[in-house]
């Protein structure tokens, strides 16, 4: 069974930073692609970014591309988010999510997911 938890989230100042952790249960955390996406309160749920398998090629949403940076440890079975230069807008639940398919496929939608973590910027 697949678990995601995600911690780090929080209340920031605008241009601040956070750094968000998801901890995977289950031995194939090292041969899935992985992402994180976030749901503002009232919009749809968006990416924000995603990592392959390997943590070898990396995949940002326009908005947070030069400010976050996602990452793995497939040792530690752990995906991470730093969120530096925080927007008002970034404001949401940031939410961490495994693919089935080891390379990031923006066509699908990842079946496993966490339960999300709050942040909010204030400006």
């Known amino acids: 069974q697949v678990q995601l938890v995600e911690s780090g989230g929080g209340l920031v100042q605008a241009g601040g930073s956070l750094r968000l952790s998801c901890a995977a249960s289950?031995?194939?955390?090292?041969?899935?692609?992985m992402g994180w996406f976030r749901q503002a309160p009232g919009k749809e749920r968006e990416f924000v970014s995603a990592?392959?398998?390997?943590?070898?090629?990396?995949y940002y949403a326009d908005s947070v591309k030069g400010r976050f940076t996602i990452s793995r440890d497939n040792a530690k079975r752990t995906l991470y988010l730093q969120m530096n230069s925080l927007k008002p807008d970034d404001t949401a639940v940031y939410f961490c999510?495994?693919?089935?398919?080891?390379?990031?496929?923006?066509?699908?939608?990842?079946?496993?997911w966490g339960q999300g973590t709050q942040v909010t910027v204030s400006s």
């Open positions: 999510a495994r693919f089935e398919t080891a390379y990031y496929d923006n066509s699908l939608m990842p079946p496993y």
């Open positions: 289950g031995r194939t955390f090292g041969s899935s692609a």
């Open positions: 990592i392959n398998y390997s943590g070898g090629s990396t």
